[in-house]
């Protein structure tokens, strides 16, 4: 990547196990390719979302503009929101930045 490089196939992987005598050497494939509606994406896709907004605006926005529901919100080891919360738990939440 630092080199320009965009085709797949200029990229090798190479890993070492110290516990065993084992060296493999691999070339990464492409990631699988899956579909929401008539739009592609990979598990390395992302959504750009710019702006402060609330909880509850992020939820209206992934319905609005890509009509998709979200069902659960975690940063690192943190459950933000989910749809199993307490009712006054998830209120609550809905007012946050």
Same mark, same amino acid.
């Given at each position: 990547?630092? #080199?320009?490089?965009?085709?797949? *196939?200029?990229?090798?992987?190479?890993?070492?196990?110290?516990? $065993?005598?084992?060296?493999? @050497?691999?070339?990464?494939?492409?990631?699988?390719? #899956?579909?929401?509606?008539?739009?592609? @994406?990979?598990?390395?896709?992302? @959504?750009?979302?710019?702006?402060?907004?609330?909880?509850?605006?992020?939820?209206?926005? =992934?319905?609005?503009?890509?009509?998709? *529901?979200?069902?659960?919100?975690? #940063?690192?080891?943190?459950?933000?929101?989910? =749809? @199993?919360?307490? *009712?006054?738990?998830?209120? *609550?939440? $809905?007012? $946050?930045?």
């Amino acid at each position: 990547l630092v #080199q320009g490089h965009k085709k797949l *196939e200029s990229f090798k992987n190479g890993f070492i196990n110290l516990a $065993l005598p084992f060296f493999a @050497f691999s070339e990464p494939l492409p990631a699988p390719k #899956q579909k929401y509606y008539e739009n592609e @994406f990979t598990l390395w896709d992302r @959504f750009e979302v710019t702006g402060e907004m609330t909880l509850r605006d992020f939820l209206n926005y =992934f319905k609005t503009v890509h009509n998709l *529901e979200i069902t659960m919100l975690s #940063q690192g080891v943190c459950m933000l929101y989910s =749809f @199993f919360l307490q *009712e006054p738990k998830r209120r *609550e939440r $809905l007012d $946050l930045k």
